[in-house]
């Protein structure tokens, strides 16, 4: 049975004509931000007061925002990308997972961390590493007749956390490198992962930070680069200085139900190519938990215009051009305190983005080394069923994969890894 595509006809025309919509009232709200940006762009002891005035009445469930990180850097004057050094060590790893199904025939997960060593200013290739790892049920009880043992959640945090010790570890095998060295993720610093438990974050929160701190303690700098950011904590920084008399403070900082602005589309036309935002603090209770952890550990961050063109996505002749494009780049405190070293970062990741356009170089290899294919997983499951045969351990797919399986013949089903 094939997707019948003529059914939705009438639900995308409505899909439209929502997003237009959508679209105008952005447009809107983002130039009302841009003027009250501009009338507040030193206005420092105003922007502290309306700080001050929503956490005493904000609902601490939902305030997140941001406070510049000093005074000494107008919120409306866009910041352009020094220079970049001579030399410059950058690392980068990204993860990649097999999922567990319980489905299959035998019980497992899969992590690969990817890693490439890109020496800029040197001429020569990157090193690259890859390292796989595999998870499974070791002791009595790990596994229930209706509980598998691994969740997604679980399999995301072990990836998440075997991203930032290996950064760790290669930035600990570089130290002493020539010039600065660059450690660089594909996600964001302020690490809390979403699970079901409370408190089950914890573990996972404490490890991020250990690995935090041991990056720190190599001299090397820290970036966490994330494309089309979602946050609004410029937004609802520009939101306490708003005179609206019906304003609501108990949902300040919200996420919103629609598709409403986003920092992003405050600055999307602030930024030319290169340029940098002012630097920010994260406001929220996560961060005052790294912060407890560590002074310098608390994350920071600003927004780059990784792209090479101020056009918009629709140029005046209605032929597709370059769209802006806007990343945030979370920096630890050790970072953000030194302009000149805020400086190295912010033209370090430029420089890498303007290799491909748009996104950074050593990203994109990272996670060319980390990805694992359709091929890469039943080379695995043959080799497993290899193993399990050896070890004279019986096992096959549930009757529900077995049927899907000869349901669909040839037919796949497209998933997202």
């Known amino acids: 049975m094939t997707l019948e595509l003529d059914k939705l006809t009438t639900d995308l025309e409505q899909m439209a004509t929502a997003a237009a919509a959508n679209y105008q009232a952005q447009s809107r709200r983002a130039d009302q931000l841009r003027h009250l940006l501009a009338e507040h762009a030193t206005d420092w002891a105003g922007i502290r007061a309306g700080l001050q005035k929503a956490t005493e009445k904000a609902d601490e469930k939902y305030f997140r925002a941001a ?16 220079a970049p050094p001579g030399r410059a060590t950058i690392i980068a790893t990204d993860g990649s997972q097999i999922m567990p199904d319980r489905h299959a025939a035998y019980l497992y997960y899969l992590i690969n961390i990817g890693v490439i060593v890109y020496h800029h200013g040197e001429g020569r290739a990157p090193d690259t590493y890859t390292a796989p790892r595999l998870f499974y049920p070791q002791i009595e ?37 020539s ?8 996600q964001r ?4 992962p979403m699970v079901g438990e409370r408190g089950a974050s914890e573990p996972a929160v404490t490890n991020w930070a250990r690995a935090m701190r041991r990056i720190h303690d190599t ?18 920084m520009l939101q306490t200085l708003l005179d609206e008399p019906d ?37 929220s209770p996560a961060n005052r938990r790294f912060a407890e952890e560590d002074p310098n550990i608390e994350v920071c961050f600003f927004y780059l215009n990784a792209g090479a063109s101020n056009r918009p996505l629709e140029t005046d002749s209605g032929s597709r051009g370059e769209a802006r494009a806007i990343a945030r780049v979370d920096i630890p405190r050790w970072v953000a305190e030194d302009k000149a070293v805020v400086g190295v970062v912010h033209s370090l ?21 980390a990805v694992v294919g359709r091929d890469d997983e039943d080379n695995l499951g043959v080799m497993i069923d290899l193993a399990m045969q050896r070890a004279g351990v019986p096992g096959a797919e549930s009757a529900k994969q077995i049927g899907k399986d000869a349901a669909r013949g040839s037919r796949t089903r497209h998933t997202m890894r």
Do not use: M
């Open 189 to 192: 610093l302020l690490y809390w």
């Open 247 to 283: 304003f609501d403070w108990q949902t300040l900082g919200k996420r919103p139900v629609g598709n409403e602005l986003t920092d992003i589309g405050l600055y999307a036309t602030l930024l030319g190519p290169g340029e940098r935002s002012p630097i920010f603090v994260d406001i």
């Open 67 to 82: 406070a510049p990180l000093s005074e000494d850097e107008p919120l409306d004057a866009p910041v352009p990308p020094p």
């Open 179 to 186: 010039g600065h060295v660059l450690a660089l993720l594909d």
């Open 219 to 236: 001299g090397a700098l820290l970036a966490g680069y994330i494309d089309r950011p979602g946050k609004r904590s410029v937004v609802t």
């Open 349 to 369: 990741i430029y420089d890498q983005c303007c290799i491909l356009r748009n996104y950074p170089y050593a990203l994109t290899r990272a996670d060319e080394l």
């Open 141 to 177: 009880g790990d596994v229930t007749e209706d509980d598998p043992g691994f969740d997604k959640s679980q399999v995301t945090i072990e990836r998440d956390k075997g991203e930032i010790e290996t950064l760790a570890n290669f930035a600990a095998a570089y130290r002493g490198a």
